[in-house]
């Protein structure tokens, strides 16, 4: 089947389902893929709409899966954890420390580190949506004179369906990166940590209410500086539903309900959760839950791109301007091609 077939008729049910998605929970959706239940319901709806056995309908969900292996469906990338012990000769930098130099860091922030055995290419970001920004623009450069043969992307990225989606609109720089990636044909792993192993972290040091609360609303309040949702109850509900089955946090926000009577218990000084955005910090408690959080986070990334480095690729990492200001020296530390002074 030629491929403006495929468009044509992909296009045609995704609108199909969008329809659906509508009437149930009356909020505004893309036509992509932003988890695997919509991208099940397309392929397994292909009999209907083809009208053929079940013969033709293996052989349409084999070539659908090919395309999310190497064409134009995408998957969200692996998580590296296969690193073992790492000492971080240098520590990361609190952020405390980040917070003095906070104003006066450059933008974009760029680690460059290059020794015997591999290097790295750390691009920090200033989030992004937009295809024009000229972050994106320099990261293309970047790339194409760095020729990295392995890329890292922060987020837990989703499905998305290149034919009828910007990466760059969908998932920010990450997405960019990603495009890049999938072009060159190089590997391509989230820098994130699991999030169960995170979350498990996590519920060591607060309460799980607590927890919960950070995890269910992070994806809205990391995103409102991009745009806010036509409905945030039903954007933050898909995540009240998914992030509360972790052990340890269910049974901790049974409804959107709990979740306002929490902010009025603990953030009545404070605007209300749907116009709160993480752009300059979290309220409240939740500063330093998402304070150690983040840390966890660069911890793990740290050790991805040492491993990574010392097995003798090129790492071409792409992240927010913190993270990267957070790890340059300590990245230094333990890459630099010189034995460190002590």
């Known amino acids: 089947m030629r491929p403006n077939v495929w468009g044509n008729l992909i296009r045609s049910h995704l609108k199909n389902v969008h329809a659906k998605k509508q009437s149930r929970k009356g909020q505004k959706q893309s036509y992509i893929f932003g988890d695997f239940a919509a991208w099940r319901e397309t392929v397994f709806s292909f ?18 899966l090919a395309f999310s292996a190497c064409g134009p469906i995408w998957r969200s990338p692996s998580y590296y954890i296969s690193y073992g012990t790492i000492n971080l000769p240098s520590p990361i930098l609190t952020m405390e420390e980040y917070n003095l130099v906070i104003e006066t860091h450059p933008r974009p922030y760029l680690v460059r580190i290059k020794n015997d055995r591999g290097s790295v290419l750390l691009f920090g970001a200033e989030h992004t949506k937009k295809s024009d920004d000229p972050q994106v623009v320099q990261i293309r450069s970047e790339w194409s004179a760095f020729k990295p043969t392995v ?36 590997p391509v792993f989230s820098w994130e940590p699991p999030m169960e192993k995170e979350v498990e972290w996590m519920l060591q040091k607060y309460p799980a209410r607590r927890v919960a609360l ?33 052990n340890g946090l269910e049974g901790t926000l049974p409804s959107m309900q709990a979740i306002d009577s929490i902010w009025r218990a603990d953030f009545s000084a404070f605007k209300d959760w749907r116009e709160t955005s993480d752009e300059y910090g979290w309220p409240g408690y939740l500063g330093d839950l998402a304070s150690s959080s983040n840390a966890f986070r660069d911890e793990h990334f740290a050790r991805v791109i040492i491993d990574l480095v010392n097995k003798g690729h090129s790492v071409f990492a792409v992240s927010g301007s913190s993270h990267a200001v957070k790890l340059d020296a300590a990245l230094q530390a333990a890459l630099s091609p010189f034995p460190a002074k002590k």
Not at 160 to 170: A, G, I, T
Not at 217 to 242: I, W
């Open 151 to 186: 890329a890292l992307v922060e987020g837990r990225l989703g499905f998305l369906f290149r034919w009828f989606s910007d990466p760059v609109e969908q998932y920010g720089e990450s997405g960019g990166v990603l495009d890049l990636a999938k072009k060159d044909g190089i």
């Open 214 to 246: 950070l995890y269910v609303l992070r994806p809205y309040v990391s995103n409102l500086r991009h745009g806010k949702p036509e409905n945030p109850d039903s954007y933050v509900e898909e995540y009240r539903e998914k992030r509360t089955q972790y």
């Open 47 to 64: 009999k209907s709409v083809f009208e053929i056995g079940s013969r033709q309908v293996l052989l349409v969900v084999s070539i659908s």
